[in-house]
């Protein structure tokens, strides 16, 4: 009888000491959860806080370069990048692949590019409007070449060129001394380009410019952060009559 009673406190013994291990377990478990909650809350926190600084600038223009339509303008004024926004962005492009790449660009690896932590690159399009003394497009590419305040410009490539060719080549490029790129400060875009009226429209002031751009960017599928972003020079060919 008394071996009996032993017997029951014995597995009764283990039976609270599984109990317990299971709540200790569980407890862990949630806490554990808990983490990855708030961790995976922190990593889409920072993505999106990364992404705004360049989402910012997307836009979408249905009027060309004739603005016929007079509100058009004052719409372009209020919504379109100006050259001061092309230049800031290139100037946040070239700080954020500096600081997180340290050199940044692309390196091999098993016989093949793989680019760099949150590098950026900006494309200028001014192919179809370009204003007399400047290049069809201007780039920042990641490169550790790129001088902070600088872009690269490049007539001798097409837009259907320029958008099929691999960053890599691009990179390789600038890699190799620029042999294709004329390397410009970007307070000379901003003097070209910056040109403004001031106008009065429905009691209210607006600054109309010449040269507009269009925004748009691309996200890498892999880190969800924005790796690309593109300008469009669009030109108001009515300005000088204003």
Same mark, same amino acid.
């Given at each position: 009888? #008394? &071996?009996?009673?032993?017997?029951?406190?014995?597995?009764?013994?283990?039976?609270?000491? +599984?109990?317990?291990?299971?709540?200790?377990?569980?407890? *862990?478990?949630?806490?554990?959860?808990?983490?990855?909650?708030?961790?995976?809350?922190?990593?889409?926190?920072? %993505?999106?806080?990364?992404?705004?600084? *360049?989402?910012?600038?997307?836009?979408?223009?249905?009027?060309?370069?004739?603005?016929?339509?007079?509100?058009?303008? *004052?719409?372009?004024?209020? &919504?379109?990048?100006?050259?001061?926004?092309?230049?800031?962005?290139?100037?946040?492009?070239?700080?954020?692949?500096?600081?997180?790449?340290?050199?940044?660009?692309?390196? #091999?690896?098993?016989?093949?590019?793989?680019?760099? %932590?949150?590098?950026?690159? +900006?494309? %200028?399009?001014?192919?179809?409007?370009?204003?007399? =003394?400047? $290049?069809?497009?201007?780039?920042?590419?990641? &490169?550790?070449?790129?001088?902070?305040?600088?872009?690269?410009?490049?007539?001798?490539?097409?837009?259907?060129?320029?958008?099929? #060719?691999?960053?890599?080549?691009?990179?390789?490029? *600038?890699?190799? =001394?620029?042999?294709?790129? #004329?390397?410009?400060? /970007? &307070?000379?875009?901003?003097? $070209?380009?910056?040109?403004? $009226?001031?106008? +009065?429209?429905?009691?209210?002031?607006?600054?109309?410019?010449?040269?507009?751009?269009?925004?748009?960017?691309? %996200?890498?599928?892999?880190? =969800?952060?924005?790796?690309?972003?593109?300008?469009?020079?669009? /030109?108001?060919?009515?300005?000088?009559?204003?």
């Amino acid at each position: 009888m #008394e &071996n009996a009673s032993k017997a029951l406190i014995f597995a009764a013994s283990i039976l609270i000491s +599984v109990m317990i291990i299971a709540v200790a377990v569980y407890i *862990f478990q949630k806490g554990q959860n808990l983490s990855n909650t708030a961790h995976s809350r922190s990593e889409t926190a920072e %993505i999106q806080s990364f992404n705004a600084q *360049f989402t910012s600038y997307e836009t979408v223009w249905p009027y060309g370069n004739t603005f016929s339509d007079e509100n058009a303008r *004052f719409v372009a004024s209020s &919504n379109l990048n100006t050259i001061s926004d092309v230049i800031s962005a290139a100037n946040l492009a070239s700080s954020v692949n500096y600081q997180n790449n340290y050199g940044y660009g692309y390196y #091999e690896s098993r016989g093949g590019y793989v680019e760099t %932590i949150n590098a950026v690159e +900006v494309i %200028i399009d001014m192919s179809s409007n370009t204003p007399d =003394g400047l $290049k069809k497009y201007y780039l920042i590419e990641p &490169n550790q070449n790129v001088k902070s305040d600088h872009i690269y410009g490049i007539d001798n490539i097409s837009n259907t060129t320029l958008a099929a #060719e691999a960053r890599s080549t691009r990179i390789s490029n *600038f890699s190799s =001394g620029f042999s294709s790129y #004329e390397d410009t400060k /970007c &307070n000379t875009l901003l003097e $070209k380009l910056n040109e403004t $009226k001031l106008v +009065v429209h429905n009691n209210s002031n607006y600054t109309l410019y010449r040269y507009y751009f269009e925004g748009e960017y691309e %996200i890498n599928d892999q880190s =969800g952060l924005v790796d690309s972003i593109k300008f469009t020079l669009v /030109c108001d060919t009515g300005f000088d009559s204003l």
